[in-house]
């Protein structure tokens, strides 16, 4: 699903991510005071993030519960989104949503942290935040439904959108 040529290196951690220059992280668990300090380092150093946060993962996992690997339910990021200005929470209507720019199921919403400096632009209704912090960038998606592995009719509508995600996040 991921480009060609793009190497995948999984992290057990986020507290050395090293020389890379673009880091996806999907569904994350929740992260230590020091992982949130060493990626907003690493992001405000020249990192490119592409994160994907989901307030309420719908999608069943083919990992069983306390397996590691294992997507969280829910995502509890909110100090290094509000370090970057943001808050998310999970929108009041729950299913899929029509009029986005790719397939979501019960997305969550990104909006500015009243009073905090505005690194990010809120897009799609919330769905997407695309931000500048420092030197490097982050594009948040308040989703996680294009890694749902179900085949269907939009498996190939959903690896189109994470393409063109990638290349957005990491063509900067």
């Known amino acids: 699903m991921l480009e060609e ?71 509890l990021l909110g100090p290094i989104l509000a370090h970057w200005g943001l808050v998310l929470r999970e929108k009041a209507e729950a299913g899929e949503s029509a009029g986005t720019p790719f397939p979501v199921q019960s997305p969550g919403e990104l909006l500015p ?30 989703d996680a439904a294009l890694f749902d592995s179900a085949d269907g009719p939009d498996s190939a509508t959903r690896a189109r959108a994470l393409r063109l995600l990638l290349r957005r996040a990491f063509a900067r």
Do not use: Y
């Open 5 to 75: 040529g793009r190497r995948l290196v999984p992290l057990d951690t986020l507290l050395a991510p090293g020389p890379l220059a673009d880091l996806l992280i999907a569904q994350p668990r929740p992260l230590e005071p020091a992982e949130n300090v060493a990626l907003d380092g690493w992001v405000r150093s020249g990192g490119h993030l592409l994160l994907f946060a989901d307030p309420l993962l719908t999608f069943d996992s083919r990992f069983a519960l306390g397996d590691p690997r294992r997507p969280a339910g829910t995502v």
């Open 113 to 142: 942290l009243a009073g905090a400096p505005q690194e990010c632009r809120i897009e799609e209704a919330g769905l997407i935040a695309d931000c500048r912090i420092g030197k490097g960038s982050a594009l948040i998606v308040a």
